[in-house]
Structures are given as structure tokens and as C-alpha cells.
Nanobody, 122 residues
Framework: QVRLVESGGGLVQPGGSLRLSCAVS????????LAWYRQAPGKERELVAR??????????SVLGRFTISRDFAADGASSVVNLEMRNLGPEDTALYLC?????????????WGQGTQVTVSS
């Protein structure tokens, strides 16, 4: 199994920065892609950024402002997926969710965290 716990959300002024983190526990060998999604009230869930074996992809709406990265613990038994967000605007206000796509023994399974709220407002 895989467990995801997000942190780092909060209230930030327009133009500000925020760093989200997602603690990933479970068998790292069976985790393929890790991604950040977001969902604003009344809108569909949107893929923000994904990292797969070090290769990153971003939605057009955050390209150049957001950076996704993954850090492994020294023993390789866990990892953290970070989302650095810069030049935030009100349109970035949403619940941000961490997602893990299973491979190998967990192939075809998706795992989700509870989410962390980001609010951009003056």
C-alpha cells in the first residue's frame, strides 16, 4: 500500500510563493508517477505537475511558475514530493492533492492524499 500526506498549504498574497510537500510512504519500488492535482470549487480536478523517474511535466497554467521534485529518504523506504509555487494568483486557489500511480505489484492502482488548501488572496 501507499500512503500520501500533504502539508504546506495556507493563505498567501498574490505574487507570493508557497511550498507544498507530500510524504510518500509504502513500497517505493511499486510507485510510478507522482503528481499534484488541484480542484477549485465548482471546477474539475486538474493535473498541475507530474514527476516520473525524474522527468517532469506541467500544465500550461503553471509552467514556469511551479516546480515539482522528489526527494528520497536515506534508506529509500520513503520519499517526499515537493511543489514549489511562485508568483501565485487568485486562479491558483484550490485544494491541492497528491497522487501516486502504482506499477508492478500495484499496477493500475491510484492513491490519493487528503489534500491541502491553498488560498491566494489579499
Amino acid at each position: 500500500q501507499v500512503r500520501l500526506v500533504e502539508s504546506g498549504g495556507g493563505l498567501v498574497q498574490p505574487g507570493g510563493s508557497l511550498r507544498l510537500s507530500c510524504a510518500v510512504s509504502g513500497n517505493q519500488f511499486n510507485i510510478g508517477s507522482l503528481a499534484w492535482y488541484r480542484q477549485a470549487p465548482g471546477k474539475e480536478r486538474e493535473l498541475v505537475a507530474r514527476i516520473t523517474e525524474g522527468i517532469t511535466r506541467y500544465s500550461d497554467s503553471v509552467l514556469g511558475r511551479f516546480t515539482i521534485s522528489r526527494d528520497f529518504a536515506a534508506d529509500g523506504a520513503s520519499s517526499v514530493v515537493n511543489l514549489e509555487m511562485r508568483n501565485l494568483g487568485p486562479e491558483d486557489t484550490a485544494l491541492y492533492l497528491c497522487n501516486a500511480a502504482g506499477v508492478r505489484l500495484l499496477r493500475g492502482r491510484d492513491f490519493w492524499g487528503q489534500g491541502t488548501q491553498v488560498t491566494v488572496s489579499s
